[in-house]
């Protein structure tokens, strides 16, 4: 016997959830006993974990095979990205994890009875998950797994961030229904001024109502927007996280109370791990839904000395260098934005950085009316496709590793620099980036806002 059941195309964190879901309910189904359930769950989620952070997308099959008369429960899980070049030092016994990379598979082979790895240059990488069905299981043959298949394929999906997406398309609607009527309504009040000139008083009344129309309008379609992020994050961002503490906390459990100390010490590293990508992610999102909406005072701004601030409170490593121009201007500016946006560009040339050495230089480029910032690197760079993605919220580049990865930093200072009427660009053709900000000058008599 060898059967699939259900397939699912991995492009986000909410189908990292839904494999991890299903890789509970067959286990559940197979019968399988609590703690191989959380264990094969557990190693599901985290490869495919994998498998977003380094390509960006892949697949994951279940399927029931037999060998040599014992049932086995499989996840089959695919990418098409570059291979990993490491995989031997990973698979060593002797191989130690450090930072965030090779957690996934060398934490996960422990947990599950089969484990299969082949990654080729360009081609991709493939998983085998195996976990042994128990003797006494129930009832398992291809019309039971069809069913099964059946059930996944009609069982109705709700979404949170659905539910509030609908919603909002209503408002929209009625918001449009209201506007063509407010359009027969001045057609109408145009027709009465004909007649009666002394109506022109209530007609400036009405011309005024419509600007404060237009104005709550926009207010509701940035509101609608923010609630379509937030629910983004509640739904996706937060839950896969959350669910995998949940199944690594029981795993853990499970092992205390076998007293197996050693896997218990092993699943560690990866609950640590969980919960720096939830404060990371927690924090950002806070950051990110404040920028802007602050009263903040402008003053004079020594950006050179602001960014010399700035790499003292952050943690450079010894093999980094940093130039800073000498020729840095002073602004008319808000600090606290200033420094949230070399604080994000400087943070992540040195977090996604793939040598133990490297350099960084900070510049600036004065124009007719603004000054363009320069933060260049010697990274690896990136890629032309995801020149304009990375400034979008929760989207990284399709090869980078980090647990502080949230997608939100470039996003931060693109949102800072759009308020000001400034730009935010990147530059990057093979090795090295430059990411290119601009600041308005404070003309004489305007506010910045």
Known sequence: MNQSIISIKLQNELDVVLAYNRAMQLSQFTGLPVAGQTKFATAVSEICRNVLEHVGEGNIRFSVLENRGVLYLEAYITDRGRGIPNLTEILDRRFTPTGSKGHG????????????????????????????????????????????????????????????????????????????????????????????EELQASNHEVNGLLQERDRYNLQLQRVNRTLD?????????????????????????????????????????????????????????????????????????NTRELVENVLEGLSIPAGFTVDVADDLPTLEAEEIYL?????????????????????????????EDCWEFVVADDGPGILPEDHEKIFNMFETTSDVNHPGSTGIGLAIVKKIVQEKEGAAWVESNGRGTAMHFTWPLLKPGKEQL
């Open 105 to 196: 598979i060398h934490s996960s082979r422990k947990l599950v009875d089969v484990f299969q790895v082949e990654s080729d240059f360009e081609k991709g990488t493939r998983v085998r998950l195996q976990k042994q069905i128990p003797a006494n299981h129930p009832p398992i043959n291809p019309a039971i797994l069809k069913g099964w298949s059946d059930y996944f394929n009609l069982e109705p999906e709700i979404s949170p961030y659905a539910e509030i997406k609908r919603q909002n398309m209503q408002l929209i609607e009625l918001m449009e229904q209201l506007r063509v009527r407010t359009i027969e309504a001045e057609y109408q009040l145009q027709q009465i001024q004909h007649l009666n």
């Open 229 to 301: 992020e937030f629910a983004h994050t509640i739904t996706h961002d937060l839950k896969a996280p959350l669910q995998n503490l949940v199944g690594l906390t029981e795993a853990m459990a499970d092992f205390l109370a076998e007293e197996s100390i050693e896997e218990a010490q092993a699943v560690l590293p990866m609950v640590q791990l969980q919960i720096t990508r939830m404060d990371h992610l927690i924090r950002d999102v806070l950051e990110y839904s404040l920028t802007g909406m602050q009263q903040i005072p402008v003053k004079q701004i």
């Open 339 to 367: 420094r949230q946006i070399f604080s994000n560009l400087v943070s992540n040339a040195v977090k996604y950085h793939d040598q133990p050495k490297g350099h960084l230089s900070v510049s600036a480029i004065p124009q």
